[in-house]
């Protein structure tokens, strides 16, 4: 059984005597995007609408993982130091045949996933209710094809509408061999979220009582319809694991559910329909206005605007003349009164076919010359509401009314585990500071993407921006946010990581803590260049700068991501990403290999570090040396880093110094600490601090060392305490004593 986690008045997660603990690991994985059988990567040509006809008898059972291959990755996984996994999972995983038709085959494959996890011991598990632009039929992931029916949308029109980019529609070039390859866009897939059918689905989730009032659906608002079915199949699946396997809940292995990844606010507060926000941060390749979008969907032809990508943001290009060919994205009556056939759907009268919802609710009009706009601020303005319904408005009414009814039914079968509240990507979340809604088990869910690198897919050691002010409208002009030199650049993402932390305490409560449950940066960096030659420099500066950020500022974090499935030809097998830390092509190529780490027990240790003869709390979390799995990893040396296991105090900074191999943590001791029961536990990797050759300085204490498991044990006083570790050269093993009173800035 593992350590129950709790989490103080400060905070800060902790175990159950109160020592500061971190919570470290990765998300598993994001091959739980697509189906499993029949196998549908975005990189598969749609043929004869396959991808439609086949989405009700899809199964997700092997993504993230077949059953005999969890030990060796999970085993990997811990390798790294880490005790915690993100599991992601659909909503058409759970729900893809129909409403209320679960998939319970796939439910029992995941309990058995999870029970194979905890039997190894040592890693904590929180599940992840998974999307990216609302599904795969609109260019990214998450729920079920029927969803978009439900609405009155028909998927398989989406290319010639441009509802919907999917990145399996590019053109396939020929090549040499004879071989079609797609030719990919970096990073366009994001571009859903501002078109017809993402922004729709998003609508009609989290407000359609309020914008669609005319989508009745079985007696429903569409609203209430699909949130309903939504989290239904979510406590469905999560009461079926308690009821399955309760010991995943009694050895503490699961510890929570996250409220859905990255929520979206669709058209909500958008305040002219004719004109592109000015607060639109991406705007690339073919950018239609949300009215320009309305009359594609209907088959109208439209010009648009479109653009590229600079380090100061979008620069528009060449005009583009969208012809639709007359079709329209939405159903007809025929289709629609076979679907409703099907799912047992009965609409109301008002709600027409093959006709624009949102000309339905009078916001435009067709005309002999095509449309004209009626009310431009439709998703900004009520009668009935006093205040302007922005962005600010959706997190704190629209987004809080779903979490609330979330957090009503996880609260009714679960009291004590976590529930992760994931409000939009570097938004401000919802003030619910003392309501009723903050509970001592709430954690707020951030995610960190640095902009320049995930839009350009490189590292620039040179110069940055400052990507979170520029979401948060900080400066004036983009110009303001640069940021030279990679030392600043560091400096940045630790100042934007703790800026963030700092407004959850404002707006949440300083006992609610900020967990990173995606953050990470792209591999196939320099248009993949270091597939071919090995060099991961440009990638492990990129995740030092990351690890930096996250080590000064105490966060617990998931990176995105582990992909077992990950290949140097189609990344993470989604949408050209390639986020995966590990990479099986990397143990074949010779690339990051196994490190020549002897056993620790054979090795000379400095007189003044005592061999470990106690127990260590949690040593199920760390992979003995001999057991150690490190191949396959890319930019290991970032990756594998020093932590606090375990602090008898309350953390105040930390800081990896990856070139110089030097690690520094500043605590605060608890009241009455002494060398016999103050006693901090770090995890000192022996690639970075073989500990022949370590320094170690500190401003009081003694120090042992469990050498199977890498383990530094630091027994410390009370009050402000520093410890400072210092790798040597191999050519002079280091014996030099601790000394007191060293100075940690």
Request: charged share 25%; proline share 5%.
């Given at each position: 059984?593992?350590?129950?986690?709790?989490?103080?008045?400060?905070?800060e997660f902790?175990?159950?005597?109160?020592?500061?603990i971190?919570?470290?690991g990765?998300?598993?994985?994001?091959?739980?995007?697509i189906?499993?059988t029949?196998?549908?990567?975005?990189?598969?040509?749609?043929?004869?609408?396959?991808?439609?006809?086949?989405?009700?008898?899809v199964?997700?059972?092997?993504?993230?993982l077949?059953?005999?291959?969890?030990?060796?990755?999970?085993?990997?996984?811990?390798s790294?130091?880490?005790?915690t996994?993100?599991?992601?999972?659909?909503?058409?995983a759970?729900?893809?045949?129909?409403?209320?038709?679960y998939?319970?085959?796939?439910m029992?494959?995941?309990?058995?996933?999870?029970?194979?996890i905890n039997?190894?011991?040592?890693?904590?598990?929180?599940?992840d209710?998974?999307q990216?632009?609302?599904?795969?039929?609109t260019?990214?992931?998450?729920a079920?094809?029927?969803?978009?029916?439900?609405a009155?949308?028909?998927?398989s029109?989406?290319k010639?509408?441009?509802?919907?980019?999917?990145?399996?529609?590019?053109?396939?070039r020929?090549?040499?061999?004879?071989?079609?390859?797609p030719?990919?866009?970096k990073?366009?897939?994001?571009?859903n979220?501002?078109?017809?059918?993402?922004?729709t689905m998003?609508?009609?989730f989290?407000?359609g009582?309020?914008?669609a009032?005319?989508?009745?659906?079985?007696g429903k608002?569409?609203?209430?319809?699909?949130q309903?079915?939504?989290?239904?199949?979510?406590?469905?699946f999560?009461?079926?694991i308690?009821?399955k396997?309760?010991?995943?809940?009694?050895?503490?292995?699961?510890?929570?559910?996250?409220?859905?990844?990255?929520?979206?606010?669709?058209?909500?507060g958008?305040?002219?329909?004719?004109?592109?926000?000015?607060?639109?941060d991406?705007?690339?390749g073919t950018t239609?206005?949300?009215?320009?979008?309305f009359?594609?969907?209907?088959g109208i032809?439209?010009?648009?605007k479109?653009?590229?990508?600079?380090?100061?943001?979008?620069?528009?290009?060449?005009?583009?003349?969208?012809?639709?060919?007359k079709?329209?994205?939405?159903?007809?009556r025929?289709e629609r009164?076979?679907?409703?056939?099907?799912y047992g759907?009965?609409?109301?009268?008002?709600?027409?076919?093959?006709?624009?919802?949102?000309?339905?609710?009078?916001?435009?009009?067709?005309t002999?010359?095509?449309?004209?706009?009626l009310d431009?601020?439709?998703?900004s303005?009520?009668?009935?509401?006093?205040?302007?319904?922005n962005?600010?408005?959706?997190?704190?009414?629209?987004?809080?009314e779903?979490?609330?009814h979330l957090?009503?039914?996880?609260?009714?079968?679960d009291?004590?585990?976590?529930?992760?509240?994931?409000?939009?990507?570097?938004?401000?979340?919802?003030?619910?500071?003392?309501t009723?809604?903050?509970?001592?088990?709430?954690i707020c869910?951030?995610?960190f993407?640095d902009?320049?690198?995930?839009?350009?897919k490189?590292?620039?050691?040179?110069?940055?921006?400052?990507?979170?002010?520029?979401?948060?409208?900080?400066?004036?002009?983009?110009?303001f946010s640069?940021?030279?030199?990679?030392?600043?650049?560091?400096?940045?993402?630790d100042?934007?990581?703790k800026?963030m932390?700092?407004e959850?305490?404002?707006?949440?409560?300083?006992?609610v803590?900020?967990?990173?449950?995606?953050?990470?940066?792209?591999?196939d960096?320099?248009?993949?260049?270091?597939?071919?030659?090995?060099?991961?420099a440009?990638?492990?500066?990129?995740?030092?700068?990351i690890?930096?950020?996250?080590?000064r500022?105490n966060?617990?974090?998931?990176?995105w991501?582990?992909?077992?499935?990950?290949?140097?030809e189609w990344?993470?097998?989604w949408n050209?990403?390639d986020?995966?830390?590990?990479?099986?092509?990397d143990?074949a190529?010779?690339?990051a290999?196994?490190?020549?780490?002897?056993?620790?027990k054979?090795?000379?240790?400095?007189?003044y570090?005592?061999?470990v003869n106690?127990?260590?709390?949690?040593?199920?979390?760390?992979?003995?040396?001999?057991?150690?799995?490190?191949s396959?990893?890319?930019?290991?040396?970032?990756?594998?880093?020093?932590?606090?296991?375990s602090?008898?105090?309350?953390?105040?900074?930390a800081?990896?110094?990856?070139?110089?191999?030097?690690?520094?943590?500043?605590?605060?001791?608890?009241a009455?600490?002494?060398?016999?029961?103050g006693?901090?536990y770090?995890?000192?990797?022996?690639?970075?601090?073989?500990?022949e050759?370590v320094?170690i300085k500190?401003?009081?204490?003694s120090?042992?060392?469990?050498?199977?498991?890498?383990?530094?044990?630091?027994?410390?006083n009370s009050?402000?305490?520093?410890i400072?570790?210092?790798?040597?050269?191999?050519?002079?093993?280091?014996s030099?004593?601790?000394s007191p009173n060293?100075?940690?800035?």
């Amino acid at each position: 059984m593992q350590e129950k986690i709790l989490i103080s008045k400060k905070g800060e997660f902790t175990d159950t005597k109160g020592n500061v603990i971190q919570l470290r690991g990765v998300n598993l994985d994001p091959s739980v995007k697509i189906p499993f059988t029949p196998f549908q990567s975005t990189h598969c040509p749609i043929i004869e609408d396959n991808l439609f006809k086949s989405a009700p008898d899809v199964s997700f059972i092997n993504h993230p993982l077949p059953l005999d291959k969890i030990e060796e990755h999970i085993n990997r996984i811990k390798s790294l130091g880490y005790n915690t996994i993100r599991f992601p999972f659909t909503w058409e995983a759970l729900e893809h045949e129909g409403p209320g038709k679960y998939d319970y085959e796939y439910m029992d494959y995941v309990i058995q996933v999870l029970q194979k996890i905890n039997i190894l011991g040592g890693i904590y598990v929180y599940l992840d209710p998974h999307q990216d632009a609302w599904s795969r039929f609109t260019g990214g992931s998450g729920a079920p094809l029927w969803t978009l029916y439900a609405a009155g949308l028909q998927p398989s029109r989406f290319k010639s509408t441009e509802a919907a980019i999917l990145h399996n529609y590019f053109f396939q070039r020929e090549v040499q061999n004879n071989e079609s390859i797609p030719d990919y866009p970096k990073m366009l897939w994001p571009t859903n979220y501002f078109r017809l059918a993402c922004q729709t689905m998003f609508t009609l989730f989290f407000a359609g009582k309020m914008f669609a009032p005319k989508c009745i659906l079985n007696g429903k608002n569409i609203q209430d319809y699909l949130q309903e079915k939504f989290i239904n199949a979510i406590m469905e699946f999560y009461q079926r694991i308690i009821e399955k396997a309760p010991e995943l809940f009694e050895d503490n292995c699961v510890i929570g559910l996250e409220s859905i990844n990255e929520p979206n606010c669709g058209y909500i507060g958008d305040t002219n329909l004719s004109q592109i926000p000015k607060e639109r941060d991406l705007k690339l390749g073919t950018t239609p206005t949300a009215y320009e979008s309305f009359l594609l969907g209907e088959g109208i032809d439209v010009t648009v605007k479109q653009y590229s990508i600079s380090i100061f943001g979008p620069s528009e290009t060449q005009p583009k003349r969208v012809s639709c060919g007359k079709e329209k994205a939405w159903l007809t009556r025929e289709e629609r009164d076979a679907i409703d056939a099907k799912y047992g759907w009965s609409r109301n009268n008002e709600w027409e076919p093959y006709k624009c919802i949102w000309r339905q609710h009078e916001v435009w009009k067709l005309t002999e010359n095509g449309g004209e706009l009626l009310d431009p601020e439709y998703f900004s303005r009520k009668k009935d509401v006093a205040q302007e319904i922005n962005e600010e408005f959706f997190i704190n009414n629209h987004f809080v009314e779903y979490y609330k009814h979330l957090h009503t039914r996880f609260r009714a079968v679960d009291e004590t585990r976590f529930l992760f509240l994931q409000p939009p990507v570097f938004r401000k979340p919802p003030k619910l500071i003392d309501t009723d809604l903050i509970d001592t088990k709430t954690i707020c869910a951030c995610h960190f993407y640095d902009g320049l690198s995930l839009m350009f897919k490189t590292w620039n050691k040179y110069f940055n921006v400052d990507t979170f002010g520029i979401v948060r409208k900080k400066y004036s002009n983009p110009v303001f946010s640069l940021v030279v030199g990679e030392q600043n650049i560091r400096k940045s993402f630790d100042n934007q990581l703790k800026l963030m932390k700092e407004e959850v305490r404002t707006v949440l409560g300083e006992q609610v803590p900020t967990f990173f449950t995606e953050i990470g940066m792209p591999f196939d960096m320099n248009n993949k260049m270091s597939y071919l030659s090995g060099d991961y420099a440009a990638q492990t500066a990129a995740m030092d700068a990351i690890g930096y950020a996250l080590e000064r500022n105490n966060l617990s974090f998931s990176l995105w991501c582990y992909c077992s499935s990950n290949s140097h030809e189609w990344g993470d097998n989604w949408n050209n990403e390639d986020f995966s830390i590990w990479s099986s092509q990397d143990i074949a190529k010779g690339f990051a290999k196994n490190p020549s780490i002897t056993q620790n027990k054979n090795r000379v240790i400095p007189e003044y570090i005592k061999r470990v003869n106690e127990d260590i709390p949690c040593l199920d979390h760390y992979v003995k040396v001999d057991s150690l799995d490190l191949s396959g990893f890319r930019a290991l040396d970032a990756l594998l880093r020093p932590f606090p296991i375990s602090i008898h105090g309350h953390f105040e900074k930390a800081e990896f110094q990856l070139r110089r191999k030097f690690y520094k943590l500043k605590i605060i001791g608890k009241a009455n600490s002494d060398f016999s029961n103050g006693k901090t536990y770090i995890f000192l990797p022996s690639y970075h601090f073989p500990i022949e050759y370590v320094t170690i300085k500190a401003s009081s204490g003694s120090f042992s060392y469990d050498s199977e498991h890498q383990v530094l044990i630091w027994s410390h006083n009370s009050g402000l305490q520093y410890i400072m570790i210092q790798t040597g050269t191999s050519s002079s093993p280091n014996s030099k004593e601790s000394s007191p009173n060293c100075v940690i800035n």
